[in-house]
């Protein structure tokens, strides 16, 4: 469960956050809703301990994340996909790469492990056939859905969608709330959804 509790932040004395509180319980799907600008993406940050607040505090599964080490902090965040908005794919790297990333960085999977899992996180976003393709030559929605098969590579308890949506079509914004919905299903994970 993800809890936040009475968080607040401000940014050169400018107010983004103010007394902010929620609950996230495991399998749950939470979407969160608000103008552009309102801290929607700084809200997100803070459950992932990317930004500490000024006030109040994050617990995951119990653990205040603003209180551990980096190290503690690591172990935390990889139970947490994230789809950043825009995707956030490593440019210089193949879809194939990409997805890898995480298995290679915080596995000790050998190649065919790690292979293995790629390919079935690709599928997962009927994108089986993009691996070697740079974000360069990918469209939008298949970027997301990159981006959607990384965030899922670690098996995630939970992930977060920072507006996995904006910025395409309307077909294509179906496809993905389809796959985010059939996600959740499959992998049983907590969603939050911006
Ligand atoms: N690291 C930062 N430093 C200063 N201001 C920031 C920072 N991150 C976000 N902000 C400001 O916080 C406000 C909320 O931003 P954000 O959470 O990105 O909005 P959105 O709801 O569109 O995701 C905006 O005014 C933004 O300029
Ligand atoms: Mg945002």
Redesign the pocket.
Known sequence: MICVENISKS??G?A?LRDVSLEMQEGETLAII??????????MKHAIGL?QPDKGRVLVDGIDIGRISYRELRTVRRQFGVLF?GGALFDSMSAFDNVAFPIRTFTDSTEQQVRDRVLRCLDLVNLSDVGTKRPSELSGGMIKRVALARAVALEPRYILY??PTSGLDPHTSTTINNLIKGLADQLDVTSGE?
């Open positions: 940014f050169n400018r983004v608000g103008r552009s600008g309102s801290g929607k993406s700084v809200l930004l908005q920072d507006e911006r």
